[in-house]
């Protein structure tokens, strides 16, 4: 199992600039999580899907949206990228009911 | 704000035991997470303890719980090298409902060094 996954691993863009980032997961998980980790802040949720088809806000999720099309698969979108949204961004997963949700590798972000 | 707080730094030498510090305001919260985070990677769970523990063990790691004060804490014994990195503390926000499982509040993290 390759466990989490995220595409790309790094990306530097322009202010105004839309890209989407890619979080798969192979272990047939339920729920999905972005989060962004920022110096001193600690990981901080973005939004997050509880099945496919489903998402829902996090607690910094403006400027950013999700979708959930495969249960594999969660994308987090920027429309229009802002200095502000310089990040690392992580995806992870879990199913119900378990402890542990499992971490992608992280994307660094930079936005010029 | 932090709901979850921890020290930022923590210098260990080698061989001696580490004690990283956590508090949390939830009170409801179920679990207690701590997380381990190696420099250009994600975030790997360490362990965690149930809300209704006050100790778990588990090989060099031990997590201390009191919940009256809010208060966990993560004891390395015989730190390592391999031992540095930022370590997490995590709480669970679940609330019961289907939603809310696996939502987890993060404290900033502590980055801990292992001098020789």
């Known amino acids: 199992n390759a466990g989490v996954t995220q595409t790309p691993k790094f990306r530097v863009l322009k202010t105004g600039q839309s890209m989407t980032l890619l979080c798969a997961q192979d272990?047939?998980?339920?729920?999905m999580y972005w989060y962004r980790q920022d110096p001193g802040m600690g990981l901080r949720l973005i939004h997050y899907?509880?099945?496919?088809?489903?998402?829902a806000k996090g607690e910094v999720p403006d400027g950013y949206n999700v979708s959930r099309l495969k249960k594999q698969n969660f994308l987090l979108g920027l429309e229009s990228a802002a200095p502000s949204q310089t990040s690392v961004y992580f995806c992870?997963?879990?199913?119900?009911?378990?402890?542990?949700?499992?971490f992608g590798p992280g994307t660094r972000l930079t936005v010029l | 704000g932090e709901d979850v707080e921890q020290s930022l730094f923590l210098s260990v030498r080698e061989g001696d035991s580490s004690v990283i510090n956590c508090t949390y305001t939830?009170?409801?919260?179920?679990?207690l997470y701590w997380y381990k985070q190696e420099p250009g990677a994600g975030l790997q769970l360490l362990t965690y303890?149930?809300?209704?523990?006050d100790m778990k063990q588990d090989q060099r790691l031990t997590v201390l719980l009191n919940k009256k004060d809010k208060h966990l804490s993560l004891r390395i014994a015989d730190t390592q090298t391999g031992d540095s990195a930022i370590y997490f503390c995590?709480?669970?926000?679940?609330?019961?409902?289907?939603?809310?499982?696996?939502?987890?509040?993060f404290g900033a993290g502590t980055q801990v060094v292992v001098t020789p």
């Open positions: 272990m047939n998980h339920e729920y």
């Open positions: 939830d009170s409801s919260s179920t679990y």
């Open positions: 992870a997963s879990t199913r119900p009911n378990t402890d542990t949700q499992y």
């Open positions: 303890i149930f809300s209704n523990m």
């Open positions: 899907s509880v099945g496919e088809g489903t998402t």
């Open positions: 995590a709480e669970s926000m679940d609330i019961g409902t289907a939603d809310s499982w696996g939502k987890l509040q």
